[in-house]
């Protein structure tokens, strides 16, 4: 896998943390790690994607992929711990997007506040959603 976003580390007070100091607490940006299974791509999600360049790191990195011929992707969203309004809308783009070249996008593992926020907005209801990687992976086949 690589890194494709920067990761920020921020200590007590919302200043930047020195090398020793520990993470606890700490807010951390958005990082995309892209692989492949088969012809499936995978976007790991890592941190929180909120309005600015964390969020415009995923529309980035979703429209990239869309206009290069990816046509199966998978959004692990294991360890994602925020989407705002912009993160939600650039996937259901995405989505949209992907569906009308016969493509799909499908949702992977979302925990905690992110679920419930994905459940208020009723996006698992259009995306489909699992909680097991093999078995969204096998569902592309």
Known sequence: MRPMGPARR???????????????GAIVGLQISIRES???TILDLQGRATIGVDSDLLIRHLQELVANGVR????????ATQLDSSGISA?????????????????????GR??????VVRLPDIIPT?????QALAVFN
């Open 38 to 40: 088969g012809d499936v």
């Open 72 to 79: 199966k992707l998978l959004l692990n969203l294991t360890d």
């Open 91 to 111: 996937i259901f783009e995405a989505y949209v997007s992907l569906s009308r070249q016969g493509g799909c996008l499908k949702l992977l593992c979302p925990r």
């Open 10 to 24: 921020q200590g007590a007070r919302g200043v930047p943390a020195s090398e020793d100091e520990p993470l606890e």
């Open 130 to 134: 699992f909680e097991d990687e093999i």
């Open 114 to 119: 992110l679920r419930a926020v994905l459940r």
